[in-house]
């Protein structure tokens, strides 16, 4: 075990986490040339077209150090982005060390520190590391000054690389083995492992990505999950070598994964601890905390035949993403479904991609909400998320929507704008306090319907990224709340419905409309797009239609000729626009979802 090293690389977005993971693989020679790719690790196509990563992968690299032993070095990238934290935090508990890479252009940001604190609430060595070193802009002793302010790290223990160059790559790989600690746990005890991934094969059920912190595990193995206490024999261990290489036995303080024929896709939940059966530990690991979502929708298949499929596919992405929340839902125009919660707006972009492209699927999502409650005149009590289940207003006597408890956490130049954000939103500033001397904490009540739709990518935005943000639902309270129908050509659109806040239903029915009219078609007829609260119209759009010059050939003459064939013309589009059905594309319903920028 002191030959073993488990480690990550955690970083702001862009400061070359993945290429880092690209070098170390080539200086340890598991891959040839030819089969090499950059940002080998990044396996879905959505992560090479975005150029981000999305999910954390795992490789075990061999090293024969300088002092002529060999070490098992187990590496796991991990994302950059905000809205996938919840994915490093998972990664940590299965590490004993953290690389921090710093950008010697850009220095300290936002992501930098939140993955600071997240490594040390795991009680992680954390050894700092600037990258691009070899940019005519980079400055590395302001870096090295920021490491030492921002973040209490020794400046003067930062290894300086260009992971593109390929510069200092071996002082990292030194640096893992002579100062990240080896793991502590006893192989011959009983079994205790912890999943932090897993993922769905179609030919051998679910793979599961664990850490052992005590005993071992082979093949024919019988396991237990500590959580539903299902029983497997285990089929396959192994490590992950870019492929996944088999084992005889994966011991303890390893990084591994195992087949055991899991097709029940629900008995394997991450942060679950596996056991032998034969001889289990005493008591499990204390997994992870629930995530929280903050941006809730609902998907329902294009095609109403397709909800079984798409039931399928939540399932099996839900092993992958842990961070994914969903329920069964139902709509009048769209069928069944799933009511779904994430993590962002850029989380709910990927969830939905990744449905599309790995299980084939078409989509409609609706736009975000949050559960209201309604007391009707008889007293009784209603809970609506859904906007298609709003009762008639003449039964209603009031409406309650909920308030959180938002705690934004910023540096101090960022005061005022996050304080002209939260009023926007009919926010209540309760109190503020600073955490250091320039790092303040802001309290503010507000309602949690003006915090799913755009509000954190605004937080983000004002604050250059610097903000962080969390909340706790605390109570309902009274609200003015409406149905916004969306009608084209005097059809209502249920999955473009929305609950909103009397004050803000012109700019959101204004808003929605205006986007729509960019994304649906022109057709021979005109297109009317409104905005309605019951029978009153608040906002319209007008789709023009095509124009065909039928007087084209009609030259010379007398005017009334040309007036009978204009008024032939208007009598076509007239009977046309009776039966003609709009098609709304699936680009529409997404656009709605979209801030301005």
């Given at each position: 075990?002191?030959?073993i090293?488990?480690?990550?690389?955690?970083?702001?977005?862009?400061?070359?986490?993945?290429?880092?993971?690209?070098?170390?693989?080539?200086a340890?020679?598991?891959i040839?040339?030819?089969?090499?790719?950059?940002?080998?690790l990044?396996?879905?196509?959505?992560?090479?077209?975005?150029?981000?990563?999305?999910?954390?992968?795992?490789v075990?690299?061999?090293?024969?150090?300088?002092?002529?032993?060999?070490?098992?070095?187990?590496?796991?990238?991990?994302?950059?982005?905000?809205?996938?934290?919840?994915?490093?935090?998972r990664?940590?508990?299965?590490?004993?060390?953290?690389?921090?890479?710093?950008?010697?252009?850009?220095?300290?940001?936002?992501?930098?520190?939140?993955?600071?604190?997240?490594?040390?609430e795991?009680?992680?060595?954390?050894?700092?590391?600037?990258?691009?070193?070899?940019?005519?802009?980079?400055?590395?002793?302001?870096?090295?000054?920021?490491?030492?302010?921002?973040?209490?790290?020794?400046?003067?223990?930062?290894?300086?690389?260009?992971?593109?160059?390929?510069?200092?790559?071996?002082?990292?790989?030194?640096?893992?083995?002579?100062?990240?600690?080896?793991?502590?746990?006893?192989?011959?005890?009983?079994?205790?492992?912890?999943?932090?991934?897993?993922h769905?094969?179609?030919y051998?059920?679910t793979?599961?990505?664990?850490?052992?912190?005590?005993?071992?595990?082979?093949?024919?193995?019988?396991?237990?999950?500590?959580?539903?206490n299902?029983?497997?024999?285990?089929?396959?261990?192994?490590?992950?070598?870019?492929?996944?290489i088999?084992?005889?036995?994966?011991?303890?303080?390893?990084?591994?994964?195992?087949?055991?024929?899991?097709?029940?896709?629900?008995?394997?939940?991450?942060g679950?601890?596996?056991?032998?059966?034969?001889?289990?530990?005493?008591?499990?690991?204390?997994?992870?905390?629930?995530?929280?979502?903050?941006v809730?929708s609902?998907?329902?298949?294009?095609?109403?035949?397709?909800?079984?499929?798409?039931?399928?596919?939540?399932?099996?992405?839900?092993?992958?993403?842990?961070?994914?929340?969903?329920?069964?839902?139902?709509?009048?125009?769209?069928?069944f479904?799933?009511?779904?919660?994430?993590?962002?707006?850029?989380?709910?972009?990927?969830?939905?991609?990744?449905?599309?492209?790995?299980?084939?699927?078409?989509?409609?999502?609706?736009?975000?909400s949050?559960?209201?409650?309604?007391?009707?005149?008889?007293?009784?009590?209603?809970?609506?998320?859904?906007?298609?289940?709003?009762?008639?207003?003449?039964?209603?006597?009031?409406?309650?929507?909920?308030?959180?408890?938002?705690?934004?956490?910023?540096?101090?130049?960022?005061?005022?704008?996050?304080?002209?954000l939260?009023?926007?939103?009919?926010?209540?500033?309760k109190?503020?306090?600073?955490?250091?001397?320039?790092?303040l904490?802001?309290?503010?009540?507000?309602?949690?319907?003006?915090?799913?739709?755009?509000?954190?990518?605004?937080?983000?935005?004002?604050?250059?990224?610097?903000?962080?943000?969390?909340?706790?639902?605390?109570?309902?309270?009274?609200?003015?709340?409406?149905?916004?129908?969306?009608?084209?050509?005097?059809?209502?659109?249920?999955?473009?419905?929305?609950?909103?806040?009397?004050?803000?239903?012109?700019?959101?029915?204004?808003?929605?409309?205006?986007?729509?009219?960019?994304?649906?078609?022109?057709?021979?007829?005109?297109?009317?797009?409104?905005?309605a609260?019951?029978?009153?119209?608040?906002?319209?759009?007008?789709?023009?239609?095509?124009?065909k010059?039928?007087?084209?050939?009609?030259?010379?003459?007398?005017?009334?000729?040309?007036?009978?064939?204009?008024?032939?013309?208007?009598?076509?589009?007239?009977?046309?626009?009776?039966?003609?059905?709009?098609?709304?594309?699936?680009?529409?319903?997404?656009?709605?979802?979209?801030?301005?920028?």
């Open positions: 075990m002191k030959n090293r488990n480690f990550s690389i955690i970083a702001h977005i862009d400061h070359g986490k993945s290429t880092l993971s690209d070098r170390l693989i080539q340890t020679d598991i040839s040339d030819r089969d090499f790719q950059d940002q080998i990044d396996t879905m196509d959505i992560e090479r077209e975005r150029g981000i990563t999305i999910k954390s992968q795992t075990c690299l061999p090293y024969i150090a300088k002092d002529g032993e060999t070490y098992l070095l187990n590496l796991i990238d991990t994302p950059g982005h905000v809205d996938f934290t919840y994915e490093v935090s990664v940590l508990a299965s590490c004993e060390g953290a690389f921090l890479l710093v950008d010697a252009t850009q220095g300290v940001e936002a992501q930098t520190l939140a993955n600071l604190y997240l490594a040390m795991h009680d992680l060595e954390v050894i700092p590391v600037v990258n691009k070193i070899d940019l005519p802009s980079a400055d590395i002793d302001w870096v090295k000054s920021q490491i030492d302010q921002d973040l209490g790290l020794d400046p003067e223990s930062a290894i300086l690389i260009s992971a593109k160059e390929g510069t200092g790559i071996e002082n990292v790989l030194e640096g893992a083995v002579n100062r990240l600690p080896p793991p502590e746990g006893d192989p011959d005890a009983p079994l205790k492992a912890l999943i932090f991934d897993s769905y094969d179609p051998r059920g793979i599961v990505h664990f850490r052992i912190f005590q005993g071992k595990i082979k093949a024919r193995d019988t396991i237990c999950f500590m959580s539903n299902a029983v497997y024999k285990v089929e396959e261990v192994g490590i992950f070598q870019i492929e996944r088999p084992q005889k036995e994966v011991t303890a303080g390893q990084v591994g994964y195992m087949i055991a024929g899991i097709k029940t896709v629900s008995d394997t939940r991450c679950d601890t596996i056991t032998l059966k034969s001889n289990p530990c005493e008591k499990p690991m204390a997994g992870f905390k629930e995530a929280k979502p903050v809730f609902s998907i329902y298949p294009v095609a109403s035949d397709g909800y079984e499929e798409l039931a399928i596919a939540m399932e099996k992405l839900k092993l992958n993403d842990a961070s994914l929340i969903y329920e069964k839902d139902s709509s009048a125009a769209l069928g479904g799933f009511r779904c919660g994430f993590l962002g707006l850029l989380h709910l972009e990927v969830v939905q991609e990744r449905l599309e492209r790995e299980y084939d699927l078409s989509l409609i999502i609706t736009a975000p949050v559960r209201y409650e309604v007391v009707m005149n008889d007293g009784e009590v209603v809970s609506i998320d859904n906007p298609a289940l709003y009762p008639d207003p003449t039964t209603i006597e009031s409406t309650r929507e909920p308030f959180i408890r938002a705690a934004i956490i910023i540096p101090e130049r960022y005061m005022g704008a996050i304080m002209k939260c009023m926007d939103r009919r926010g209540i500033n109190n503020y306090q600073y955490l250091t001397n320039n790092r904490e802001m309290i503010f009540e507000i309602p949690l319907a003006e915090v799913v739709y755009d509000f954190y990518d605004k937080l983000k935005s004002v604050t250059q990224g610097y903000g962080s943000f969390d909340y706790d639902i605390i109570d309902y309270r009274e609200t003015d709340l409406v149905k916004t129908d969306i009608l084209i050509n005097g059809d209502r659109v249920d999955a473009l419905s929305q609950l909103v806040h009397r004050d803000r239903s012109v700019e959101r029915a204004r808003m929605t409309c205006s986007r729509l009219r960019d994304e649906i078609p022109r057709q021979m007829f005109k297109i009317a797009i409104q905005g609260i019951g029978a009153q119209i608040i906002s319209r759009k007008t789709i023009s239609p095509f124009r010059d039928v007087t084209a050939k009609c030259y010379g003459g007398d005017i009334s000729r040309k007036r009978k064939l204009l008024e032939k013309q208007k009598k076509g589009k007239k009977r046309m626009k009776m039966v003609g059905q709009v098609m709304i594309p699936q680009s529409a319903f997404l656009s709605v979802l979209k801030n301005e920028d």
